[in-house]
């Protein structure tokens, strides 16, 4: 039996697996390095702050804010457990549809997979040899074999095979997959015989023993059934549709499968800096989350419609979003508080709700998830950017605080290491020499018309709901944004089975941790005995480290994970 038996058991054991023999964050800590700072305020660099004050009894989800925060000048943090139970519970799985086999891959079955025949469905034979009734020895059906008028014997496919039962003394030659004839009690195996004219005696496997098979040994014969009955339950529903699944359904006689509507995406990226093809002129990047994210997201079961290059428009950002039909819009970069990030305007602006609000974990802080209105509203009337802080009452949807569980010391949230949300300092943004206009980029999509199942929904058929997930735009923060946010909110709108247990490993090297933020960092598995290591180039902007990864090891805020230290790993796609 598992362990964890819902998606919420597993998150709550990711905040608990690390927490053994840690002290329970104070609610002011000193500094771990230079001169302490006061509680709450973050220090200087190479100087971390303090653990901020703890809120209040009654502060909604637990949240930590500090003076900044509280007089809206910056987001509150949430913790990265909370952040990840929040982007599960927001969505709910989508419809329901009935594909072909060969388009179901990738899918979540809406339904049980159940057996509509028996496995086998007639009792089978294991091995390439003689079927025999009896004990030995015995004598060939149809004549000596040597003398080219024996029968062929039993073949894969033979359907005539019961109209002649075996009798007892006889043996006839069976092919592997074969239907056992009535009246056999056992296939012995080509190695383990002699014939000898029109006699076949045991020898056993090594040309030695007895000629005698007993009658009741059933001896490489696969029963009828052995696999699965008709009607047994073979997967449950939420369960991922894998090319061994497909398999199994096909041999469990199902032409088509009733699965979850994959979970449609569209990724917008943003930034006039980017190029898309060929080395990069001064000044300019290659885009790379563009060509990373399309297949991490199929990985994960979604269906990505198109990705989109925006460059630093405002208004083909508003655009984008307001016609855009997917169920998840996905945007890189914008998420701060500089002059050319326009997601959080663009958010109030629309009256979407923020669920999360930035996430205190390093690297991808300023991630966010917000619900959108819940249809498109293409006749909406220019209006001036509200600030992100914006009250929000009348926007429609849940509060962020109703997605957090009611008794964070009963989930396991509070556990040490995981001890609740903690505030960030806003963005500072770009210098004032980088706020002039930067070179054009081509506003370009990239559509997947050619997936087997792409279906774009009539206008009537919008999403009921849409959510908006803000990757930061450094390459490894976003890694660490699609494990945070993206992966449980497609799993949730995708119904896939959660797992029941988060993966473990141990460390080989000890670890720093951040004074209060939980830590991503890429490890190998690979590199030496011990356990898991480190790797190096794993700054936020870097992807060399995370592409020679293993996984992804979730280090808890506070002290150093020594070596030896248990620690929960976060799989990668292809990993």
Known sequence: MNRFDSSDDFDDALALANSAARPRPAASRPASRGTPTAAGTPGTAGTPGTAGTPGTAGTPGGERRTSAAASGDGPTAVSWAAARSR???????????????????????????????????????????????????????????????????????????????????????????????????AVLRTEHATVDGDRLARTGP?????????????????????????????????????????????AAGHDEL???????????????????????????????????????????????????????????????????????????????????????????????????????????????????????????????????????????GLHATDLDAPDLHATGLDAPGFDGPRTEKPHPGPPADNTAPRPATPRTATPRPDAPDHDVPADHDLPPVRHLVGLPGNPLAAVAALLTLVEPLLHALGDHEPETEPPTARLATRIEGHPTDTR????????GPGGVRPLRHHGPAMLRGVAAADAMAVIPPGAASSAGSTVVLLRLPGR
């Open 520 to 527: 991503l960092v890429p490890v190998t598995e690979r590199e």
């Open 87 to 185: 982007a599960r519970r927001a969505a709910r799985a989508g419809g329901a549809l009935t594909l072909p086999l060969h388009r179901a891959l990738g899918h979540s079955l809406a339904e049980p997979l159940v057996a509509r025949t028996d496995l086998p469905a007639f009792d089978t034979s294991a091995m390439d040899g003689w079927a025999v009734a009896g004990p030995g020895p015995w004598r060939l059906v149809g004549g000596p074999v040597d003398e080219g008028s024996g029968a062929p014997g039993v073949l894969a496919g033979d359907r005539g095979v019961t109209a002649s039962p075996l009798a007892d003394g006889y043996a006839v030659a069976i092919a592997t997959g074969a239907r056992v004839p009535a009246g056999a009690t």
């Open 258 to 396: 009733n699965v979850t509507r994959r979970p449609r995406v569209e990724v917008l990226v943003l930034g006039a800096e980017l190029i898309q093809d060929g080395v990069p002129a001064t000044g300019l990047v290659r885009d790379a989350l563009g060509p990373m994210l399309d297949p991490w997201l199929t990985a994960l079961g979604a269906e990505v419609l198109a990705v989109r290059h925006l460059g630093d428009d405002a208004a083909a950002l508003a655009t984008a979003v307001d016609a855009s039909r997917a169920d998840v819009l996905l945007t890189t970069g914008g998420t701060a508080g500089g002059p050319m990030d326009h997601v959080r305007p663009l958010l109030a602006r629309l009256g979407a709700r923020l669920l999360v609000d930035s996430v205190a974990v390093r690297p991808g802080h300023p991630m966010l998830l917000a619900r959108l209105p819940s249809a498109p509203r293409t006749d909406r009337a220019p209006a001036e950017p509200a600030p992100a802080d914006a009250p929000d009452a009348a926007a429609p």
């Open 206 to 250: 090594r040309g030695a023993g007895s000629s005698h098979v007993p009658a009741d040994h059933r001896t490489d014969i696969r029963p009828r059934g052995q696999e699965c009955r008709t009607g047994d339950l073979l997967l449950p529903a939420g369960a991922r549709v894998t090319p061994v699944a497909l398999g199994l359904a096909a």
